[in-house]
């Protein structure tokens, strides 16, 4: 019971989180100034930008064809603007240290420190571990119900929910996908793939929760709890993508769609008497703490880890523990089938 009074706090403190629409950083007069004369003459100190020599079509203010930007940089899209953004805050943070300041947020963001191009380069190794960790709980688990279980006279798992667990791991691994895209290079596109692949993830968790917790098997019955929930979710993407990107809400309905999954599989920990049980309820405190730097945002640590790193470093070992639960209840309700049919 504490550890649901803990998420209920954890849902009541999201509920008071405001929607941020601008940031302290680009709101000041001298960082202002300095993207302004850095666009003009291509230059913050001693730090100059060859591709601030080019209009915003590509072509050349002056110099010769060859001298344009390289590809993979233009495929990054850093430009002249986004360079001088970027140098320009991280002068601006130079002076607020020295000054005794407190790092502020820049369009939304914190001073980052890029590597080879990569605007959160923790954050982006972390999501690809993240990657290779749902990897390799999917295909283990495949692996374990098509070629170590055994299967029925038509060559289907006797395990009820594989299908939905395929699902799940194809939407987890797009999600893991685009979020270390974003990370690696904050665009509207970017962020808008990130954002929709997550909530897909976190819409799809809360019905494979609800199928498995209670048990649903009669594909009429997994259809009149799916559906409802597919509109509201692809409702939701569609309102994102297409109309506002309402960062406010998106967080509401993300926390929202999280905590009564966490609290469905909560619940069911506590009256069943599966075996692996105490994987969920690791995976369930974990998911708590998890959330709790969804919540909390610091600025990143020597300009590199912040609250969303320390988030997918605490995935990775839960996304292990995960699967294995999930291959855990495989084989249990294989073998529970069996022990029936006999």
């Not at 998890?290 to 945002?297: K, S, V």
């Amino acid at each position: 019971m504490a550890l649901l009074r803990c998420i209920l706090f954890l849902a009541a403190l999201c509920s008071l989180i405001p929607a941020l629409h601008a940031s302290a950083g680009d709101a000041d007069p001298i960082y202002k100034s300095c993207v302004v004369q850095c666009e003009k003459s291509g230059c913050v100190g001693e730090k100059c930008f060859q591709h601030c020599k080019f209009s915003s079509d590509g072509k050349p203010i002056d110099g010769p064809w060859y001298m344009q930007e390289p590809l993979y940089l233009r495929w990054k899209q850093w430009d002249c603007r986004s360079d001088c953004r970027y140098h320009c805050m991280l002068a601006r943070e130079e002076e607020r240290e020295k000054l005794g300041d407190k790092p502020v947020k820049y369009h939304g963001k914190w001073p980052f420190q890029r590597v080879y191009g990569i605007q959160e380069p923790v954050a982006v190794a972390l999501s690809a571990l993240n990657l290779a960790m749902q990897f390799h709980g999917w295909i283990s688990f495949f692996i374990l119900v098509y070629y170590k279980l055994p299967l029925n006279p038509n060559k289907r798992t006797y395990y009820e929910y594989t299908g939905v667990w395929h699902i799940y791991g194809i939407l987890s691994m797009n999600s893991r996908f685009w979020s270390g895209v974003f990370h690696s290079r904050d665009v509207e596109l970017t962020e808008k793939l990130d954002i929709s692949s997550a909530v897909a993830v976190l819409g799809f968790s809360l019905i494979l929760a609800l199928l498995r917790a209670f048990n649903v098997r009669d594909e009429a019955a997994r259809v009149m709890v799916s559906a409802p929930l597919i509109a509201f979710v692809t409702t939701h993407i569609l309102y994102l993508n297409f109309y506002k990107l309402d960062y406010g809400l998106n967080m509401k309905v993300c926390m929202a769609m999280g905590i009564a999954q966490l609290l469905t599989w909560a619940i069911w920990a506590g009256v069943t008497r599966h075996p692996s049980r105490w994987k969920l309820w690791v995976v369930v405190a974990g998911g708590g703490l998890a959330m709790f730097f969804e919540i909390y945002d610091f600025p990143p640590y020597q300009g590199y880890i912040d609250a969303l790193a320390l988030w997918n470093a605490i995935n990775i070992p839960l996304t292990y523990l995960w699967w294995s639960f999930v291959r855990d209840d495989a084989e249990f309700m294989t073998s529970a089938l069996l022990k029936k049919a006999k």
